[in-house]
């Protein structure tokens, strides 16, 4: 069973940077990877996921600002925040999609409902 743990979340003045992970119990190598953050009132969005062949794609909201990357060696994703603004403000979290059955393959789609999930890291951006 997959388990997904996040971490590297904390407090950070407009402008900074973090640098998010996702460690991962079993290997990563096919499954398509996603981080998604809920904040306080609002819905939970989608911001920036991996396919397993390493195609990414992004929230209007970051892109330009935020880096998705994953080594499968280390069964590792992260989230490289950069330009941080207080709008960027959330709770994130790590997500996982297994391989379509009988591909070792998997796109990543940021609308789309993903199987595992992790319990989630805050990220507090403010001067």
């Known amino acids: 069973q997959l388990q997904l743990v996040e971490s590297g979340g904390g407090s950070v003045q407009p402008g900074g940077s973090l640098r998010l992970s996702c460690n991962a119990s079993?290997?990563?190598?096919?499954?398509?990877v996603a981080w998604f953050r809920q904040a306080p009132g609002k819905e939970r969005e989608g911001v920036a996921c991996?396919?397993?062949?390493?195609?990414?794609n992004y929230a209007d909201s970051v892109k330009g600002r935020f880096t998705v990357s994953r080594d499968n060696a280390e069964n590792m994703v992260y989230l490289q925040m950069d330009s941080l603004k207080p709008e960027d403000t959330a709770v994130y979290y790590c997500?996982?999609?297994?391989?379509?059955?009988?591909?070792?393959?998997?796109?990543?789609?940021?609308?789309?409902?993903?199987?595992?999930w992790g319990q989630g890291t805050q990220v507090t951006v403010s001067s």
């Open positions: 079993v290997t990563l190598d096919y499954y398509a």
């Open positions: 997500a996982a999609d297994p391989p379509f059955s009988g591909l070792l393959f998997r796109p990543c789609v940021l609308g789309e409902e993903y199987d595992y």
């Open positions: 991996i396919s397993s062949r390493s195609g990414t």
